[in-house]
């Protein structure tokens, strides 16, 4: 079955360095998300993307945050400049046409 | 999206049916139902969604009451591995849209 995934699984950075998170999205999906979840909270909406460009994004997605789709397959989360609480799960989930959206097993973050 | 409301916690035997209540008494029409959890810090699975009728997958069992004002999912037959955080969460069926997810219920299946 065809499934997200996401790399790194964890990622360790000091504060102030730039960090990409890649995901790769269920093939032939057109929508793309990220989501995040801080440490004992709720999954948090960041993003979502689609033909190439934002669709909607919340008050987190500052300018901090940049997504791309670089090629036809990775959609990938750049944070240029890490704070600490930055730090958090961090999850990219696609969708087709349909409305469920699959996530990927996603990315612990922490920041130093 | 309408909010919803779900107890914080539940307890279930193993082998039993684990019914989880969830009350969208403000949904409106267009808004559907959907069901995710999330076992330990994993990402969100899917499990079912539905708008009036009741539905039946090979995870669970969505029952809507007439009014639309709340919902149950089942698990007919829960095992060790349902131990997770169940989000309930009404949204529009529209293209693209975000995933609001509230603080869930917290499932604990016992031996």
């Known amino acids: 079955e065809p499934e997200v995934t996401q790399t790194p699984s964890h990622q360790v950075t000091q504060m102030g360095q730039e960090v990409i998170l890649r995901c790769v999205p269920i093939s032939n999906h057109l929508y793309f998300y990220w989501y995040r979840q801080i440490l004992g909270q709720k999954v948090e909406f960041l993003v979502s993307?689609?033909?190439?460009?934002?669709?909607?994004k919340s008050e987190i997605f500052d300018d901090q945050f940049s997504v791309e789709r670089p090629d036809g397959s990775n959609f990938t989360l750049k944070i240029r400049s890490t704070k600490l609480e930055d730090s958090a799960m961090y999850f990219c989930?696609?969708?087709?046409?349909?409305?469920?959206?699959?996530f990927g097993p996603g990315t612990r973050l922490l920041v130093l | 999206d309408a909010k919803t409301t779900q107890p914080t916690s539940m307890d279930c035997a193993e082998g039993r049916a684990a019914n989880l209540p969830c009350n969208h008494s403000?949904?409106?029409?267009?808004?559907?139902v959907y069901w995710y959890r999330q076992i330990h810090s994993q990402g969100p699975q899917y499990i079912i969604h539905g708008l009036k009728n009741n539905e039946t997958n090979e995870m669970a069992s969505l029952i809507i009451t007439e009014d639309r004002k709340s919902s149950t999912l089942i698990l007919p037959h829960a095992t060790l591995r349902d131990t997770a955080v169940y989000y309930c969460i009404v949204r529009w069926e529209t293209s693209g849209s975000r995933l609001t997810f509230g603080e869930g219920t917290q499932l604990t299946v016992n031996p």
């Open positions: 403000t949904i409106s029409g267009n808004e559907y």
């Open positions: 989930a696609s969708k087709s046409g349909g409305e469920t959206q699959y």
């Open positions: 993307f689609y033909n190439n460009e934002i669709s909607e």
